[in-house]
């Protein structure tokens, strides 16, 4: 057992703390000292300042996931089917060229995984060929292979490509 030591705020065993720049009973200051007479100006500016950009940053976080959390994702991406069902039904009127903007619409407003991008693309292309216009058909049917190499080419394009060529004059490229 230790012997009881002439100041409690000594004894690591004590609750007890000791004033903080404050003497005690025996007129000694004690060897802890917290500096509560000032701070210097430019610590004060740079500690606010950090709290603020701290503060702005946890605030901009929170709004960030808050957003992420509240905004439902499906309603950003709900017409893009609706893109592909007009296109659709354009195709089936007969207006191959609305048809084809929408097609383009919903390839560029959507995230298209590859399958979907490629099927799509030789729609496009499908569309160009009606239209006489071989050389967009051609692109079309190009950015197709891209989005699916693995996938077999058509045996017929290239005959659909030559046959468009030799009936489309000109002006219809």
Not at 101 to 130: C, G, P
Not at 134 to 149: G, S
Request: proline share 8%.
């Amino acid at each position: 057992m230790t012997p009881p030591t002439e100041h409690p705020e000594d004894d690591p065993r004590s609750s007890k703390l000791p004033p903080a720049n404050q003497e005690t009973e025996t007129g000694k200051t004690p060897r802890v000292w917290i500096p509560t007479a000032g701070v210097s100006p430019k610590l004060k500016i740079f500690v606010i300042g950090l709290t603020f950009v701290t503060v702005m940053a946890f605030g901009v976080f929170m709004a960030m996931f808050l957003k992420k959390i509240f905004v439902d994702k499906s309603e950003s991406s709900k017409w893009g089917p609706q893109l592909l069902i007009i296109a659709e039904e354009l195709k089936n009127r007969g207006l191959q060229q609305q048809a084809i903007e929408q097609y383009e619409n919903y390839l560029a407003s959507q995230k298209v995984d590859l399958i979907t991008r490629s099927r799509v693309s030789l729609k496009i292309s499908e569309l160009y060929l009606e239209l006489g216009k071989c050389d967009r058909a051609i692109l079309w049917y190009l950015h197709a292979k891209a989005a699916q190499p693995k996938t077999p080419p058509a045996e017929d394009s290239e005959s659909k490509f030559e046959e468009c060529r030799k009936r489309s004059s000109p002006s219809n490229k």
